[in-house]
């Protein structure tokens, strides 16, 4: 019983830091797959009722938020622990953001019938996973890519 016991043991052991590295990768997926049906629903918005919509992008506070002019419609995202928005696309002129600070804010307008402006947020876990979601202008839709480590 003891031998079987200690087997059990060093196989948990050896399977704990590939289990944990697998959730982290779970949870970045899901962080950039929010942010894609997030943007994905502000460009729905936008195109279907025919209404500008905003969208900020709050690094500090970890969250995005969208608004139609009219403020008939309203949506917010928190992202959770362990992404963190590290960056946001394109990068203001003339502003350095230091490593370990939070970009500034940032507004982008979605006008109906107009042409999509070219926005990503990169997303990072503390181990050095990265996601880029972006608006990709030629067709129009929401993607996220893997960056490299």
């Not at 043991?9 to 962080?31: E, H, K, N, Q, W």
Request: glycine fraction near 6%; charged fraction near 20%.
């Amino acid at each position: 019983m003891l031998i079987v016991v200690a087997l059990i043991g060093l196989i948990a052991g050896f399977s704990y830091p590939s289990v944990v590295s697998g959730l982290d990768t779970l949870r970045m997926r899901t962080a950039s797959d929010q942010v894609v049906s997030f943007f994905s629903a502000a460009l729905d918005r936008a195109d279907r009722r025919q209404q500008v919509v905003e969208i900020q992008i709050l690094p500090a506070q970890n969250k995005l938020i969208a608004r139609s002019s009219d403020l008939s419609f309203m949506r917010q995202l928190i992202i959770s622990d362990p992404a963190r928005i590290v960056a946001v696309y394109p990068a203001l002129p003339g502003v350095i953001v230091a490593e370990g600070v939070a970009p500034p804010p940032r507004r982008f307008l979605l006008y109906p019938g107009g042409a999509v402006p070219a926005i990503g947020v990169e997303l990072a876990t503390f181990k050095g996973r990265r996601r880029l979601v972006h608006l990709d202008p030629m067709t129009g839709t929401a993607r996220a890519e893997v960056q490299a480590q």
